[in-house]
Nanobody, 130 residues
Framework: QVRLVESGGGSVQSGESLRLSCGVS????????RGWFRQVPGEERKGVAL???????GYADAVKDRFTISEDSTRSTLYLQMNHLKPEDTAMYYC????????????????????????WGQGTQVTVGS
């Protein structure tokens, strides 16, 4: 099972930006669903932004127009550009791939292929101060 590696998290002030990266040496993402999730302690993990095939599937409403998901041309690294960060964006951010097919609802709920575990990273913490 591939273990993805996230980087780029940190502590910033409200209004600032961060860019998260995700990948692993020697690994190329397939075109199945992949993207970013986040989780706050005591709450369920929610989708942030997803890609499937060559297209963006969607964003959670909470991050729309502030966050941008992208992928390098070799499909070896996923990115999440996070602008105008808010304290409510504070969470552990996880990268995931090999999720089959997926869709994301406005509240961040992700529906994806059943029976597919996918590949996940261990997460990178993002903390936004007010």
């Amino acid at each position: 099972q591939v273990r993805l590696v996230e980087s780029g998290g940190g502590s910033v002030q409200s209004g600032e930006s961060l860019r998260l990266s995700c990948g692993v040496s020697g690994y190329t993402f397939t075109k199945t669903c992949r993207g970013w999730f986040r989780q706050v302690p005591g709450e369920e993990r929610k989708g942030v932004a997803l890609i499937e095939g060559d297209s963006v599937v969607g964003y959670a409403d909470a991050v729309k127009d502030r966050f941008t998901i992208s992928e390098d041309s070799t499909r070896s690294t996923l990115y999440l550009q996070m602008n105008h960060l808010k304290p409510e964006d504070t969470a552990m951010y996880y990268c995931a791939a090999e999720l089959g097919s997926c869709l994301i609802k406005p509240d961040g709920t992700v529906y994806r292929s059943t029976g597919i575990v996918g590949a996940w990273g261990q997460g990178t913490q993002v903390t936004v101060g007010s």
